[in-house]
């Protein structure tokens, strides 16, 4: 039996795979070790997260979708620079206008301004839009990374719940904050430092806005 580390998965994202999300395929070949933190993503080699991670039930979706996570709650208290602003997202829905025909939001946090304005912003525009079950409810979350993980686009947020549905399930396009960037590779942080030198094949960045 081939073990096979988180692949270095953001910690405390990797306990979403121990409620058999995965596919059972992947069982006999495998055996997950311990998680690692973010640090050591980008220096783990060999399988890809893709052949690592293959979620037990999928999803189909339209054409040119779009997911979008906010990050408020406990980001509040222990880490509020973290919490996006309103201008990250609308700057990114204008950088996609034209390119996509469905929006997923994804949020712990309805009273955010953020999600409020980007909800706002997509109204106006006629852009078709749902919004997750954004619930603790395990079932119910495990169907949001699903759908997130199935997207062609993500609108990203410093949370390792749509960072890892950004490494599995369909490649895709990967947008982030360039003031949280900034902020991260200020603080030395190795995870945003590794992907702003180019990432991997299994997370890169398309746009930083």
């Known amino acids: 039996m081939k073990k096979v580390p988180y692949h270095c998965v953001p910690w405390p994202a990797a306990e979403f795979f121990e409620g058999n999300m995965l596919g059972e395929s992947y069982v ?9 933190l973010g640090e050591h993503f980008f220096k783990a ?15 189909e979706l339209e054409p040119a979708t779009c997911a979008i996570h906010f990050r408020g709650t406990d980001f509040h ?11 990250y997202y609308l700057s990114a829905l204008e950088e996609l206008k034209g390119e996509i025909n469905e929006v997923y939001l994804f949020t712990d ?6 999600y409020k304005q980007t909800k706002k912003y997509l109204s106006d525009n006629k852009v078709r839009f749902f919004e997750g079950q954004n619930t603790p409810n395990r079932s119910y979350f495990l169907t949001d990374f699903t759908v997130m993980s199935m997207c062609d686009t993500i609108i990203s947020s410093p949370s390792t719940f749509c960072i890892c549905a950004g490494f599995i399930g369909k490649q895709k396009k990967i947008i982030h904050s360039s003031e949280w960037i900034k902020n991260r590779l200020a603080n030395e942080d190795k995870f945003w430092c590794d992907l702003s030198a180019g990432g991997n094949c299994d997370y890169s960045l398309w746009k930083i806005l």
């Open 109 to 114: 946090d309805r009273g955010l301004e953020s």
């Open 28 to 36: 006999p070949s495998s055996e997950i070790l311990a998680p690692c």
């Open 77 to 87: 208290t222990w880490n509020p620079e973290s919490i996006l602003k309103s201008e």
């Open 45 to 59: 080699s060999g399988l890809s997260t893709r052949e690592v991670f293959k979620l037990k039930t999928a999803v």
